[in-house]
């Protein structure tokens, strides 16, 4: 108890020294599982965050673990007593290994992700896991293959348009060797692959790690690690880009902003589309303390305009290096995690809220306690139900220091 006064008294303490548009709130944070890697029948490291279904079971992977410790496919139920963990996959190498992108689903229920490794070209793939009576079916779409200049190695998951293609991204592969964006079709018979946009590093970006989004007319937009104009960070500080289907199944590539460590630097997470066309994201670097920021980019006639809505900064309260992607309430707030940072260094929850003079209100939600249970290092981007509540994973912490699911009820 004397331990908890004395954290809570530092918090407040904090207070007085943070930026005035920076606040506090102790919401309630529940683990919901600790993974245990040690354990076969669990998996360990989820890097890729959490989706619904309609039902309000939670969906993930997990980096590795495992009966071979390739990574897994869950599931997680509410019940009376907590959530139960059912695992709906074990990779097995020759399936795909480690995977890190967030699931996707169909309407009818079938799960779409990739793997950063492994499959049958060994590059990493795009895969299919079908409910089959009680049991999983899993069949690979595509297996990238770097002899033939195709994309390798996705680290993210995808999007899918109206017509069921999906859409996605990979940090390696390609024309020039520094990443693509590709699509994914089906023609009621089989599933192939074509790149859109192959990334080239001079002018252009490169190396795209975020998820793509995408718009109610079919754009995509992404954003690249590295590359784009600027010559003030190694390697470039990194673009975000637009890609627009055209008549007869060509795309238009667009830069749409280019980072200039000022204005933030490496966006390693996706972009959030409003419904008004605008674009938010996070950089994990750059801004005025170098900690990353959280920026908006509007749609003008002379072309995308950036605002900063947050710089974060290490005060020892403040969230550092975010990497995933935000998500919006319907009355426009915006909700992210930190991988670092915080009152104990390991991750935050924050909140951002439109003020009535025009500007924006960060609120720490949570603060990752490596001190007990508590997950540490949430990299991913957070999803949002119904109530408010939101829900996330933390890369390492939890009971068995492999990992957690960790809702914030808010």
């Known amino acids: 108890m004397r331990g908890r006064l004395f954290s809570?008294?530092?918090?407040?303490?904090?207070?007085?020294?943070?930026?005035?548009?920076?606040?506090?709130?102790?919401?309630?944070?529940?683990?919901?599982?600790?993974?245990?890697?040690?354990?076969l029948n669990d998996g360990s490291q989820p890097f890729g965050g959490v989706a619904f279904d309609d039902a309000g079971n939670l969906y993930g992977t997990?980096?590795?673990?495992?009966?071979?410790?390739?990574?897994?496919?869950?599931?997680?139920?509410?019940?009376?007593?907590?959530?139960?963990?059912?695992?709906?996959?074990?990779?097995?190498?020759?399936?795909?290994f480690w995977p890190k992108g967030k699931l996707t689903f169909d309407a009818e229920g079938n799960i779409y992700s990739t793997t950063w490794f492994g499959g049958f070209l060994g590059y990493g793939g795009v895969f299919e896991l079908s409910p089959d009576g009680g049991s999983w079916t899993f069949r690979e779409l595509h297996s990238f293959n770097h002899l033939d200049?195709?994309?390798?190695?996705?680290?993210?998951?995808?999007?899918r348009d109206s017509s069921g293609n999906f859409?996605?991204?990979?940090?390696?592969?390609?024309?020039?060797?520094?990443?693509?964006?590709?699509?994914?079709?089906?023609?009621?018979?089989?599933w192939s692959e074509k790149l859109l946009h192959s990334f080239n590093s001079s002018g252009d970006g490169s190396e795209p790690f975020g998820e793509l989004a995408i718009d109610g007319s079919g754009n995509l937009y992404g954003t690249t690690g590295y590359g784009g104009e600027s010559t003030t960070c190694f390697g470039g500080c990194g673009t975000v880009f637009e890609l627009s289907p055209q008549t007869g199944g060509e795309w238009t590539?667009?830069?749409?902003?280019?980072?200039?460590n000022n204005n933030g630097a490496n966006p390693f997470g996706g972009l959030l589309v409003d419904s008004t066309g605008n674009l938010y994201g996070m950089t994990t670097q750059g801004g005025a303390y170098n900690y990353g920021v959280v920026f908006k980019l509007g749609p003008s006639a002379s072309g995308w305009k950036e605002t900063i809505l947050h710089t974060f900064n290490s005060n020892g309260v403040d969230g550092n290096n975010p990497s995933g992607t935000l998500v919006q309430d319907g009355v426009g707030n915006l909700y992210g995690a930190t991988g670092s940072g915080g009152v104990y260094s390991q991750g935050t929850v924050f909140e951002l809220s439109p003020t009535s003079q025009g500007g924006w209100k960060e609120t720490i939600l949570h603060s990752f306690n490596p001190n007990g249970a508590d997950g540490t290092s949430p990299g991913s981007g957070i999803s949002l139900d119904s109530s408010g509540n939101l829900y996330g994973t933390t890369e390492a912490g939890g009971v068995f220091g492999q990992g957690t699911v960790y809702e914030v009820m808010h």
Not at 19 to 30: D, L, N, V
């Open 8 to 39: 809570i008294a530092v918090i407040l303490a904090l207070l007085f020294v943070i930026h005035a548009e920076t606040e506090i709130t102790f919401a309630q944070e529940i683990v919901l599982h600790s993974f245990n890697g040690n354990n």
């Open 62 to 96: 997990t980096f590795a673990g495992g009966t071979l410790g390739y990574g897994t496919i869950y599931k997680l139920t509410p019940g009376t007593a907590g959530w139960s963990e059912t695992l709906l996959w074990n990779f097995n190498g020759g399936d795909g």
């Open 149 to 159: 200049k195709d994309a390798i190695n996705p680290s993210t998951g995808l999007v």
């Open 167 to 190: 859409y996605g991204n990979a940090p390696g592969g390609g024309l020039f060797t520094w990443g693509a964006v590709y699509e994914v079709s089906s023609d009621g018979y089989g």
């Open 253 to 260: 590539y667009k830069i749409l902003h280019n980072f200039n």
